[in-house]
């Protein structure tokens, strides 16, 4: 079993900036391919970005240019670096983790909004 903890969600205003943190209970976080996911109040779960083993990373078109996904291998943690935030970028924020038997485990999510 797998532990995943988001924290640094928050109130932010449009054009600001939040960093999330995903730490992973596992020995090594650079080993797995890590992705990040959000869900808006009435939607559904939706992609993020994802990073791979080799460091490779992918955006969705909704946050391409604005948000930057990377590791922290010393702290085992998944950061995602969020700017110039809009209003349609509140939602739950979900870690998720994908292990070598291929099971895969969420966090508990972290609330992100932007208000004025």
């Given at each position: 079993?797998?532990q ?6 928050g ?12 730490e ?6 650079s080993?797995y391919f ?23 990373t ?15 291998n ?23 983790i ?17 208000s004025?």
């Open positions: 079993q797998v995943l903890v988001e924290s640094g969600g109130l932010v205003q449009p054009g600001g900036s939040l960093r999330l943190s995903c992973a209970s596992v020995k090594d976080i080993s890590m992705a990040w996911y959000r869900q808006a109040p009435g939607k559904e779960r939706e992609f993020v970005a994802f990073i791979t083993t080799a460091d490779t992918n955006y969705s078109d909704a946050v391409k240019g604005r948000f930057t996904i990377s590791r922290d010393a702290k085992n943690t998944v950061l995602l670096q969020m700017n110039s935030l809009k209003f349609e970028d509140t939602a739950v924020y979900y870690c998720r994908y292990t070598r038997d291929g099971l895969t485990y969420w966090g508990q999510g972290t609330q992100v909004a932007v004025s």
